[in-house]
């Protein structure tokens, strides 16, 4: 399994930007899909998941209310849109496959994802 994580660039606090996880190999529809960020002299952190069999989703506190993940099926990818964004939500972002099962219990723990993708930056900037 590949993933290819893209969409990321320079933005205003206050503005948004749209990430895309675009997951290749075999059976890509079947891994849940989880978002991480890492960001300058921090710690990896979690950002939100999505399962693949209902759809359901899963938001750390800092993206509750303001980013939304969602799953293209037909295309294999899966996007965070992330709006109103702040200086703080400058990081790398990664992308990462799980089983599903796993993410379920557990959508923030980086150990339930088996493969990750190659980060994209996100800067917040004036």
């Known amino acids: 399994v590949q993933l290819q994580a893209s969409g990321g660039g320079l933005v205003q606090p206050g503005g948004s930007l749209t990430l895309s996880c675009t997951i290749s190999?075999?059976?890509?529809?079947?891994?849940?899909i989880g978002w991480f960020r890492q960001p300058p002299g921090k710690e990896r952190e979690w950002v939100s998941s999505i399962s693949s069999s209902d759809g359901s989703t899963y938001y750390s506190d800092s993206a509750k209310g303001r980013f939304t993940i969602s799953r293209d099926t037909a295309k294999y990818t899966v996007n965070l849109q992330m709006d109103n964004l702040k200086p703080e939500d400058t990081a790398i972002y990664y992308c990462a496959a799980g089983d599903p099962m796993g993410v379920v219990v557990y959508p923030s723990y980086s150990q339930a994802y088996e493969y990750w993708g190659q980060g994209t930056l996100v800067t917040v900037s004036s």
């Open positions: 190999g075999r059976t890509p529809g079947f891994y849940a």
